[in-house]
């Protein structure tokens, strides 16, 4: 919990996993505490939004987090709420870098949006550091830092040379007004619901739905128990996205996971299946049949570059029933070639190791 003042930590209301101050070693007590104005404080707001660090002073200050374990996988997420904490109102854009390597530029664009940067990346060494970079538009801030150890079977296409920044993660049909996480994730991914459209239906079971063990996604039953279909149903379900361009690369490729399960108990008669295509052509060559309440996952394992990305699920001619998905990861691939570097061989200005 970056910014908390006083010695010790306290268990998160909803999640009941343990916050820590950041004053024990991680910055080496560069920066400056602050609390968010009391106008940005909601009744329902996770008390690790309260306050956060900034760092007025350097271009380049880091957070060292140690006790890791060399080789394994790790999810590295960063969380931001600007709340007004220096009475400016001025919204600041900085980059943030894991090691020596570029992650993504953060921009906060409203003071009271709750902002989360995420990668997963291979540690090389039994320490990770996190770095926010001042690149001259304004004072870079952080309001809390969150570490979880994956399985290294886990996303493959994660390697000691590539990491995994994500874009969305969304659960279908599930709660409009809640995300799931820990502990119904016990890797404490964070699924975001997808906003309602009115050109699909939501269809769900209580029934468990589970992944195979050490299958390489394991999205959690609760996201799973929910999906969606095309509302009229000879229509496809399409998603798009446009490329972001990013400071280190202005054309990023990128990694789709889609989850799906079928959660209905379909006649001998009845056929779900369905192409999934990408700017109308296959993406996947198999054709997709969820099986009745386990998870399968169709992904890339080669980043992809497009000028435009156009996601169209589809069913095949045989098919009597129209497509469903239960999820949807999206992810851009970034270099991590140098995790390991001691990023005092960059330009550091305050960093500790
Ligand atoms: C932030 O708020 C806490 C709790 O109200 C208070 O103890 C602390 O002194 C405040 N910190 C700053 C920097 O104002
Ligand atoms: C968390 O729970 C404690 C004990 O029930 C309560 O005092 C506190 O106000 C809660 N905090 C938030 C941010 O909801
Ligand atoms: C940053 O966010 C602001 C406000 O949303 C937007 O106007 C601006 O174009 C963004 N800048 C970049 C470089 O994305
Ligand atoms: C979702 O959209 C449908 C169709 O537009 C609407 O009837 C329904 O009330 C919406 N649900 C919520 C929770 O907003
Ligand atoms: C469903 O979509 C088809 C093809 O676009 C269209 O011909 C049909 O009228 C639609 N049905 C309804 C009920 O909207
Ligand atoms: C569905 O996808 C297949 C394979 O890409 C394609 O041949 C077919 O035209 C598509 N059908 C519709 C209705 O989009
Ligand atoms: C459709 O069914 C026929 C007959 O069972 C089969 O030969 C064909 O491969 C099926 N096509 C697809 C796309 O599943
Ligand atoms: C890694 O370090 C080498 C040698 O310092 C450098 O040439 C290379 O560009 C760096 N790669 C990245 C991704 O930063």
């Given at each position: 919990d970056c910014g908390l003042q006083g010695e010790t930590g306290y268990t998160e209301n909803t999640t009941k996993l343990s916050m820590a101050p950041?004053?024990?070693?991680?910055?080496?007590?560069a920066g400056t505490c602050h609390n968010i104005s009391a106008e940005y404080v909601t009744p329902l707001m996770g008390k690790s939004w309260f306050n956060l660090r900034s760092f007025a002073a350097g271009t380049r200050n880091c957070y060292t987090l140690r006790s890791i374990v060399p080789g394994l996988k790790y999810l590295v997420r960063a969380r931001f709420m600007y709340g007004n904490y220096d009475g400016l109102h001025r919204l600041p854009m900085f980059d943030l870098h894991i090691g020596v390597n570029f992650w993504r530029t953060v921009n906060i664009s409203s003071p009271f949006a709750a902002k989360f940067v995420e990668v997963i990346v291979v540690v090389p060494d039994d320490y990770v550091q996190v770095c926010l970079i001042n690149t001259g538009a304004g004072t870079p801030f952080i309001s809390g830092l969150d570490l979880r150890p994956l399985k290294k079977t886990m996303y493959p296409q994660v390697t000691a040379a590539q990491g995994l920044v994500l874009l969305t993660r969304f659960n279908f049909g599930g709660d409009e007004n809640t995300g799931i996480r820990y502990p119904d994730d016990p890797h404490d991914r964070m699924w975001f619901p997808w906003v309602n459209s009115s050109s699909w239906t939501e269809i769900s079971t209580t029934r468990r739905v589970k992944y195979e063990a050490d299958s390489p996604f394991e999205a959690p039953m609760a996201v799973m128990q929910t999906a969606i279909r095309p509302?009229?149903?000879?229509?496809n379900i399409e998603f798009d996205w446009e490329p972001q361009p990013q400071a280190n690369d202005p054309s990023p490729g990128y990694i789709i996971i889609m989850h799906f399960s079928e959660l209905q108990l379909l006649p001998s008669n009845a056929v779900r299946e369905f192409y999934i295509n990408l700017n109308g052509k296959l993406l996947n060559r198999d054709v997709m049949r969820p099986p009745y309440l386990y998870g399968q996952a169709s992904y890339n394992t080669f980043a992809i570059r497009k000028s435009y990305y156009i996601v169209s699920l589809n069913a095949t001619a045989n098919s009597t029933l129209p497509p469903i998905i239960n999820a949807l990861e999206l992810f851009s691939v970034i270099p991590?070639?140098?995790?390991?570097?001691?990023?005092?061989?960059?330009?550091?200005a305050v960093c500790t190791l």
């Open positions: 950041d004053n024990g070693g991680f910055t080496d007590d509302r009229n149903a000879s229509h991590t070639t140098n995790l390991s570097t001691n990023s005092q061989d960059g330009m550091c």
